[in-house]
Each structure stands twice: as structure tokens, then as C-alpha cells.
């Protein structure tokens, strides 16, 4: 039976950001949280059971060092990053959202960033289902 190599961890980017090669799926946005840093890993992998919580249909890919989510036919509707002071999480049509994200904005896309201890997953609970039922940004 021939051994197995283990995978080599992934670089880490600019702020702790894991570089994971482009692809859609479960297994790639697994393989990012896994790789996230500190107590990065822990707030990353709350936001993604939220997010397969509120959206059990959910469609996951990493794409640009980041995992994205969104419903398949209706396009991407969230994203996180990784920085080195906190977990971006972004809304695609975030200015749509009531209220909005109180963070920075650019067109349409709203984000929070979330510290080691001030992840508000009732009021993100409630974002992901609005943005969810939202359209999505980029279709595929």
C-alpha cells in the first residue's frame, strides 16, 4: 500500500490570508478555514455554519484567496477574507440590506469586519438570509 504525502499547508498572504487555488465546491473553502491562522480560524468557521445554517442550498467556491457563497442560477451573495486584524465579511448587494452593514461600502457591496470577540451572529444570521434572497453578483 503506497503512503501518503501530506498535503503541504498552504502560504499564508498579507494579514494571514490563506493562498488557495481557485475552485468551486465544499472542499476548497474547507481547506481555506483550515488553514486560517489564530483565532481567525475560529471566526471564519462560525460565519460559514452560519451561513450553511441560514442557507442549507448554499454553493461555496474560493475565489481570489477567498470563499464566496451564493445559490446556484442566482450568483455569489457573500465573501470573507482574511486580514490581520480581522475577518472581513462581505455582502454583494450589502446597501440593499436593512440595515445595512455598518461598514465600509463600494457600489453596492457592504462589509463588516469581525474581531476575536464581537461576532453578532444573531444580526449576521439575519444579513445572510436577506442577502441570500437577494440576486447575486456574477451569476457563476
Avoid at 471564519?44 to 442550498?57: G, H, M
Amino acid at each position: 500500500m503506497p503512503t501518503r504525502r501530506p498535503r503541504p499547508k498552504p502560504r499564508l498572504l498579507a494579514g494571514g490570508n490563506p493562498q488557495i487555488a481557485k475552485a468551486d465546491g465544499d472542499a476548497p473553502v474547507k481547506a481555506y478555514l483550515a488553514a486560517v491562522p489564530g483565532w481567525k480560524r475560529d471566526v471564519a468557521r462560525r460565519v460559514d455554519a452560519l451561513v450553511e445554517r441560514e442557507v442549507p442550498s448554499v454553493r461555496r467556491a474560493v475565489k481570489w484567496n477567498s470563499p464566496f457563497y451564493g445559490l446556484e442560477g442566482r450568483g455569489w451573495f457573500l465573501a470573507l477574507h482574511v486580514f490581520s486584524r480581522a475577518v472581513k465579511v462581505t455582502f454583494f448587494r450589502g446597501t440593499s440590506l436593512h440595515p445595512p452593514p455598518p461598514g465600509g461600502a463600494a457600489k453596492e457591496a457592504r462589509w463588516i469586519d469581525v474581531h476575536e470577540d464581537d461576532l453578532d451572529e444573531r444580526r449576521l444570521s439575519a444579513w445572510i438570509r436577506e442577502a441570500a434572497a437577494l440576486p447575486g453578483w456574477g451569476g457563476r
